[in-house]
Every structure is written in C-alpha cells, then in structure tokens.
C-alpha cells in the first residue's frame, strides 16, 4: 500500500502541474486587457478566475492538513472583484498559490492520506480534500480555457489534440509506445 499511496501524490502533483500549465498556456496566448474580458456580465474574467483559484489555494494548501483549508484571513469574495490589476500582479498571487500546494505536496506522507482534514469544518480523508482541490482546480481550468477560446476564435492554438489530429497523435504515441510519459509531446 505504501507505493500505492506515494504513487498517488506523485501522480497528484503531475496533474496540478498539468492544470496549471493548460492554464499557464492559454493566458500566454492572450493579451494584457484580454485575461480582463468577461463573456457577459455574470462570467468572471480570466484573471479574476486565476486570482479565485490562487486565494483556493492558499487557504487550502497552507498548513495542510492539520488546519482548517478555509483560513480566517481569507477573503473569499475579494477574489471576485474584477479590479484591473496587472498580469504580473496576477500571475505573483497565481504562483503564490501554486507554491503553497507544491510545497504541501513535497511535504505530504503516504500515512497523512489516511488521515482526516477540514474544510469550512466538514470533516474529510486527507486523500478526499486533495481529490477535492483537483477538482476544483480542473473545473475551473476548463473554464479559462473555454473563454480563451471564445476570445482567439480561428486564431487559438490548442492545448490539447487539435480537431482532426487524433489518428496522427495515435500513430505517433504507436511509435513511441516503448517511452512511458512522454505524453507532453502531444499537447
């Protein structure tokens, strides 16, 4: 079960480095007043998405898992507020949130994923809260891609298989079928 369990937390942080990149990614292709382009009134921009799931982190990261994921000096909705600060300002609150989970996760032992954590005082396994940050970190993700997507049109470069090229990455991943996690060339 041990392997199982530090296999688990590799893993884990392999698919948050892989969110964060999709999203990473999508951003670079957009410019400075487009991260700041709402779909329609209720949607938040980009860059308001990035500053929500940065103050997530944060707060859910921090001191993982022996304390409360919803810290007392965050302010949730403060996230939400589409005040147009610069994109280093946002991408400096995004990687202080990725540093508090990457550094959670170095941290992290294959007995603490038995344990339990809170969330807003909802009891959970260690494994479920980390479950839980992915998820919602993805669901998200998918939505900053979504409206990148909106914004370039014709011009988007894909994150992912483009249209049409699923045959030509199947061919290629035959090909390299005896290189295990070289799955990132396809992207």
């Not at 479920?128 to 914004?151: D, E, F, P, Y």
Request: aromatic share 10%; glycine share 6%.
């Amino acid at each position: 079960m041990s392997t199982n369990r530090r296999t688990f937390i590799e893993d884990l942080a392999a698919r948050f480095r892989e969110q964060k990149q999709y999203v990473e990614a999508a951003a670079a292709q957009l410019t400075d007043a487009e991260i700041y382009f709402r779909i329609n009134p209720l949607q938040n921009s980009i860059a308001v998405i990035m500053r929500h799931i940065a103050g997530n982190m944060k707060s859910r990261w921090t001191d993982f898992p022996t304390s409360d994921g919803e810290k007392p000096w965050r302010n949730r909705e403060s996230e939400f507020h589409e005040e147009a600060i610069s994109r280093a300002a946002v991408i400096a609150q995004w990687e202080d949130g990725w540093n508090q989970v990457f550094s959670a996760l170095n941290r992290l032992s294959e007995s603490d994923l038995g344990q339990t954590t809170t969330i807003r005082s909802e009891s959970m396994s260690v494994f479920s809260a980390c479950l839980r940050s992915l998820a919602h970190t993805a669901w998200h993700t998918g939505q900053i891609v979504l409206i990148g997507k909106q914004i370039k049109g014709a011009s988007w470069r894909y994150l992912t298989i483009p249209p049409g090229g699923s045959a030509a990455c199947n061919e290629a991943l035959a090909y390299h079928s005896g290189n295990q996690g070289r799955r990132g060339e396809f992207r």
